[in-house]
Each structure stands twice: as structure tokens, then as C-alpha cells.
Nanobody, 123 residues
Framework: QVQLVESGGGLVQSGGSLRLSCVASGFTLEYYAIGWFRQAPGKERELVAGISSAGGSTYYKDSVKGRFTISRDSAKNTVYLQMINLKLEDTAVYYC????????????????RGQGTQVTVSS
């Protein structure tokens, strides 16, 4: 069964850190481009980070540059989103998605998507 499962979300104070994981089953994640998205209540879903299938190229939304890092662990068939210095505005449901070709701007343009993990940043 093909599946993407996110984990690692939770409640953290402003300035804290979290590491989100995106684990794939049923396919090999290293051959796919990955996007991390988030959606806050009342706001549009946005792409916050992406990594190419070869891992040589990464993308970050301006507001997370220097704070978020996307990486792969091929042995674990997992992609991570390390988040540091979290801010209140980072509160959202975070989703990972996998595409055979490119990092794409729209979540539903990807071949596979996870169900999301909640990140809540408190003051």
C-alpha cells in the first residue's frame, strides 16, 4: 500500500524547535521530489520547503529561510523538516507530498500526499 505518513508535530513554545518526519511506504522516496506544505486556519495552503529527487536542490519560502531545513534519509525512506526558532505564525497543519518529477506549488499536483501533522506554537 502506497502511503505517506507525517509525524513529529506538537505544541512548542515560541523560539522552540520541532522535527517533522515524512515516512513513505510502498514506494522509494529518494526517487521523488518532496514538498512540505502548511495550512493555518483561515489561510491558504502554502509550500514552505521542497527538495528535488536528486536532493541537490532545495526551496524555502522566504519566511522560513534560515529556520527550516529539509533533508532526506534514504535508508529510512524518510524526509525531514527541521524547524528551529519557531514563531506563532508557524502554527498550522503540515503536510508532505511526493512527486515523480518536480517540487510543485500545489499540494494536489503531487502523486502522493500525507494526512498532515499539527504544529502549534504558543507564546
Amino acid at each position: 500500500q502506497v502511503q505517506l505518513v507525517e509525524s513529529g508535530g506538537g505544541l512548542v513554545q515560541s523560539g522552540g524547535s520541532l522535527r517533522l518526519s515524512c515516512v513513505a511506504s510502498g514506494f522509494t522516496l529518494e526517487y521523488y521530489a518532496i514538498g512540505w506544505f502548511r495550512q493555518a486556519p483561515g489561510k491558504e495552503r502554502e509550500l514552505v520547503a521542497g527538495i528535488s529527487s536528486a536532493g541537490g536542490s532545495t526551496y524555502y519560502k522566504d519566511s522560513v529561510k534560515g529556520r527550516f531545513t529539509i533533508s532526506r534519509d534514504s535508508a529510512k525512506n524518510t524526509v525531514y523538516l527541521q524547524m528551529i526558532n519557531l514563531k506563532l505564525e508557524d502554527t498550522a497543519v503540515y503536510y508532505c507530498a511526493a512527486d515523480r518529477s518536480l517540487v510543485r506549488l500545489g499540494l494536489y499536483e503531487y502523486d502522493y500526499r500525507g494526512q498532515g501533522t499539527q504544529v502549534t506554537v504558543s507564546s
